[in-house]
Nanobody, 121 residues
Framework: QVHQEETGGGSVQAGGSLRLSCVAS?????GAWIRQAPGKELEGVANIEADGTTNVEDSVKGRFTISLDNAKNTMSLQMTNLKPEDTAMYYC??????????????????WGKGTLVTVSS
């Protein structure tokens, strides 16, 4: 049975940092961090393929870094210089390379329950 669980969320002031981790037993080809702010749609943040190829969305480029520890099936998201607009529930999800490359995150196969990040100004 696939198990995915995010940890590391919390409250931080603007300019601060947080590191999210996800133990993702369902990781095979590609994993992604996806967030949903209150009242808004899901938004992809970054994805990483099994070979280490990463894609980071423009809204967080230069501030967020995605990484993967294959041995531990753990995917991480290092977030720096956080802004109030980064406030959201953050989910880790895994799926096919095709889905990641297409940024079609709604089609990811497995999802965690999410971890809340709150950034105050």
């Amino acid at each position: 049975q696939v198990h995915q669980e995010e940890t590391g969320g919390g409250s931080v002031q603007a300019g601060g940092s947080l590191r999210l981790s996800c133990v993702a037993s369902g990781f095979t080809y590609c994993g992604a961090w996806i967030r949903q702010a209150p009242g808004k749609e899901l938004e992809g943040v970054a994805n990483i393929e099994a070979d280490g190829t990463t894609n980071v969305e423009d809204s967080v480029k230069g501030r967020f870094t995605i990484s993967l520890d294959n041995a531990k099936n753990t995917m991480s998201l290092q977030m720096t210089n956080l802004k109030p607009e980064d406030t959201a529930m953050y989910y880790c999800a895994t799926g096919s390379t095709y889905v990641c490359e297409a940024r079609n995150y709604n089609a990811m196969d497995y999802w965690g329950k999410g971890t809340l990040v709150t950034v105050s100004s």
